[in-house]
């Protein structure tokens, strides 16, 4: 039986870096939607929140890293949230911005 390593050595690159960005942005699907539900909202109830239609939660739900940074801080300000930004430096050292 093949283990996901083993399956991943036999792929090029570039398969590599689709599959990764994928998960990218399959994460941060999952983590919208979280929130959203962490708070017992319906993406109805969102939408209004964000003076919005209810489909263009859907989009934005689903747009994974396409998602711009003002639609973000937008979305999690509705939910009431703050939305901040970190920074993992090359000498160990953690950076963050608020928005």
């Known amino acids: 039986m093949k283990t ?3 399956l991943k050595a036999g792929l090029s690159a570039e398969s590599l870096a689709r ?55 937008r979305y999690v300000e509705a939910l009431g949230g703050q939305l901040t930004i970190g920074v993992n430096m090359p000498g160990g050292e953690h950076v963050d911005f608020t928005l």
């Open 4 to 6: 996901l390593n083993d």
């Open 19 to 73: 599959i990764d960005k994928k998960v990218s942005e399959m994460r941060l699907e999952s983590q919208l939607y979280k929130l959203r539900e962490a708070l017992d909202r319906t993406q109805r109830e969102q939408a209004a929140a964000m003076g919005i239609a209810q489909p263009s939660v859907v989009a934005i739900e689903s747009r994974g890293e396409d998602l711009k940074i003002a639609t973000l801080k």
